[in-house]
C-alpha cells in the first residue's frame, strides 16, 4: 500500500481517438463484460453494453484512462475524471 495521497499518478487519459477501432472496441467488450458492471434491473447484451458505453465516450460524458499499476483501462464519468486524471495532464475533458 501506498503512502501516497493521490491516487491520480496511476492513471493516464487515453483519448478514444488515439485507439485504432478494433483496440477501442476491445476496450470496450472487456469493460462491459466485467463482473459488476451493473446496467440495471435486466439482463443487457453486450452488443447493448458496448453500444451505450460508445455513445457516453462519443458523447464525452465518459472517458477511457489507463490504469498504471493493473495495466488495465477503465471507463469514468467524465463527473469522475478529477480522480483519475495524472497531475501533468492540464487539458481534462
Not at 500500500?1 to 476491445?26: I, R, Y
Not at 447493448?48 to 465518459?62: H, I, P, S, Y
Not at 477511457?64 to 487539458?91: E, G, H, M, P, W
Amino acid at each position: 500500500m501506498s503512502d501516497d495521497p493521490d491516487p491520480s499518478a496511476n492513471w493516464l487519459k487515453v483519448p478514444k481517438d488515439a485507439l485504432s477501432e478494433h483496440a477501442l472496441q476491445g476496450v470496450l467488450e472487456d469493460f462491459a463484460s466485467r463482473d459488476g458492471t451493473d446496467y440495471g434491473a435486466q439482463e443487457v447484451e453486450l452488443e447493448q453494453k458496448v453500444a451505450q458505453l460508445r455513445n457516453e465516450l462519443d458523447a464525452g460524458t465518459c472517458v477511457i484512462v489507463f490504469d498504471r499499476l493493473t495495466n488495465s483501462c477503465q471507463i469514468v464519468s467524465r463527473k469522475d475524471i478529477a480522480v483519475y486524471s495524472t497531475k501533468d495532464d492540464n487539458d481534462a475533458p
